[in-house]
């Protein structure tokens, strides 16, 4: 008798560690960067969504072969992104009274057909607009083939503009997205931005990868140390991206003394930051999202 109580009582506490892992692997308390941008001729405040590096990682059966362990190994690490994109993140978009989400990059983990799937399903329960900045890991074909990583860039590229740069206009204000700024801007990218900031307009800039500050360089160091002593910003001095001819002229609009562009919003390093990029411009970096952080951009 007393056995079989024991086995009872061990049961039911395994049990309960196993339903303590699950809940504790399913729980979704996400934090909120809040951000406030004050903008002249702002009537109205806007509210703008910020959401990067969520990491989407689901097991695929084109997967499971030789990459297997590092596979699993992804899909541990970012937390059950996918489940949480599934079940958690649409509800909060749609609960917020957002008037646009940015997906920022880094959505996916690598670029496969499941992953792709996983987020367009996510996309299509939203109410609201949305821009999404495809970005390294983005289209990375990662662990995939390359049939499965033709197959993901037709979801990916479906699921809105893909344009070099993409735009959502405010009535006082623009909203002017990079992307893929993983790689250098090309010339219809920089054409583009270059007519935005001439139609007189305030521009908030979003972009997956961040610039390097002028005047300080805490920003670098914090991704050096992070980043076994990779400073991946857009700069000139020793950081991982180096801007090519199309690239200088971009950040030349930014760091203008009168630029247009009065803040810039990033994500890829999956920390926060704060600070100026110039005297006038200011620039926010959002932790992940695979870690249940996100953005709130009040614009006024």
């Known amino acids: ?6 086995l009872i009582l061990l049961s039911v506490c395994a049990a309960l560690i196993i339903l303590a892992v699950f809940l504790k692997k399913n729980a979704f308390d996400p934090t909120a960067e809040e951000i406030t941008v004050d903008l002249d001729g702002v009537d109205s405040p806007v509210k703008i969504l ?27 690490w970012t937390q059950n992104s996918a489940g949480k994109w599934k079940n958690n993140w649409p509800d909060l978009i749609n ?34 607009p949305y821009i999404y900045l495809r970005c ?47 790689f250098n801007i090309t010339d219809d990218g920089l054409k583009k931005m270059q007519d935005i900031c001439s139609n007189g307009k305030p521009v908030l800039l979003m972009t997956h990868v961040p610039l390097e500050p002028k005047q300080d360089t805490s ?23 180096w801007p090519e001819y199309n690239t200088r002229q971009f950040l030349d609009i930014i760091y203008a003394d009168d630029s247009p562009v009065k803040e810039v919003f990033c994500g890829h390093l999956h920390f926060s930051w704060d600070g100026y990029l110039t005297d006038s411009v200011k620039q926010h970096v959002f932790a992940a999202a ?3 952080n996100y953005g709130i951009i009040t614009v006024k």
């Open 1 to 6: 008798m007393i056995l079989i109580t024991s």
């Open 50 to 76: 910020w959401i990067s590096d969520l990491h989407i990682a689901v097991k695929s059966k084109n997967s499971m072969g030789k990459y297997s362990d590092d596979l699993l190994a992804r899909v541990k």
């Open 95 to 128: 609960n917020s009274g957002a008037d646009l989400v940015v997906f920022g990059g880094d959505m996916l983990d690598f670029g496969s057909l499941n992953n792709a799937s996983v987020f367009r399903d996510g996309l299509n329960k939203l109410k609201i």
């Open 136 to 182: 390294d890991h983005d289209v990375m074909p990662t662990y995939i083939s390359q049939l499965e990583a033709d197959e993901a860039a037709k979801i990916r590229d479906g699921l809105c503009d893909n344009s070099d740069i993409i735009t959502y206009e405010f009535e006082d204000f623009t909203v002017a997205g990079w992307n893929n700024s993983s």
């Open 219 to 241: 920003l670098s160091e914090a991704s050096r140390d992070i980043f076994q002593g990779r400073s991946l910003l857009w700069g000139y001095n020793d950081q991982y991206y």
């Open 290 to 292: 695979f870690e249940e």
